[in-house]
T-cell receptor, first 113, second 112 residues
Framework: RKEVEQDPGPFNVPEGATVAFNCTYSNSASQSFFWYRQDCRKEPKLLMSVYSSGNEDGRFTAQLNRASQYISLLIRDSKLSDSATYLCVVNMQRGSSASKIIFGSGTRLSIRP | DAGVIQSPRHEVTEMGQEVTLRCKPISGHNSLFWYRQTMMRGLELLIYFNNNVPIDDSGMPEDRFSAKMPNASFSTLKIQPSEPRDSAVYFC??????????FGPGTRLTVL
């Protein structure tokens, strides 16, 4: 089993729709979580961190479920510009300075007019 | 502010040649990461440094790959000898205390 798993998609949804992705992780010692966005032929960029209490940034909501070991990303009122690959990232802290960072393989989202 | 700088942006070489990729992290960041991305395998962490010290190199594919970080502002990833299966986009990223990672634009490597 992969340490971080995502549905590769593609998710093809109409503009204005709400879409949600999940990402599961295998290590219960995982400490911090992030969603990154990667546009075609570009580098990944941080979209948002995921906090235990859940957090919202405009149309984007991220949630963490430690009991079931998954994080989610919800996009409301989707825009054409949301089309990208969304990468789930899990950071497992080891000791005071070392950590292991695992990227999921990404979920492709395509918004159609 | 300058982000992570990588060079070259594109590299085309022949099998058997040595390839050196370079990275300048964001000033003040203490962690540096090298990744490789392909369609088949996605984004793979090759190695990361904390305070210029290699912490985890378990992702380095084989002895043909080596990475160095001689100081806080420079790192190299070397492939010697290169093979066609090394063709990929290589990203360097830096962060402060392993939180948000800032990625460079990547080096697109093609080994013929």
């Amino acid at each position: 089993r992969k340490e971080v798993e995502q549905d590769p998609g593609p998710f093809n949804v109409p503009e204005g729709a709400t879409v949600a992705f999940n990402c599961t992780y295998s290590n219960s010692a995982s400490q911090s979580f992030f969603w990154y966005r990667q546009d075609c032929r570009k580098e990944p960029k941080l979209l948002m961190s995921v906090y235990s209490s859940g957090n919202e940034d405009g149309r984007f909501t991220a949630q963490l479920n430690r009991a079931s070991q998954y994080i989610s990303l919800l996009i409301r009122d989707s825009k054409l510009s949301d089309s990208a690959t969304y990468l789930c990232v899990v950071n497992m802290q080891r000791g005071s300075s070392a950590s292991k960072i695992i990227f999921g393989s990404g979920t492709r989202l395509s918004i159609r007019p | 502010d300058a982000g992570v700088i990588q060079s070259p942006r594109h590299e085309v070489t022949e099998m058997g040649q040595e390839v050196t990729l370079r990275c300048k992290p964001i000033s003040g960041h203490n962690s540096l990461f090298w990744y490789r991305q392909t369609m088949m395998r996605g984004l793979e962490l090759l190695i990361y440094f904390n305070n210029n010290v290699p912490i985890d190199d378990s992702g380095m594919p084989e002895d043909r790959f080596s990475a160095k970080m001689p100081n806080a502002s420079f790192s190299t990833l070397k492939i010697q000898p290169s093979e066609p299966r090394d063709s990929a986009v290589y990203f360097c990223a830096s962060s402060l205390d392993s939180w948000e990672q800032f990625f460079g634009p990547g080096t697109r490597l093609t080994v013929l």
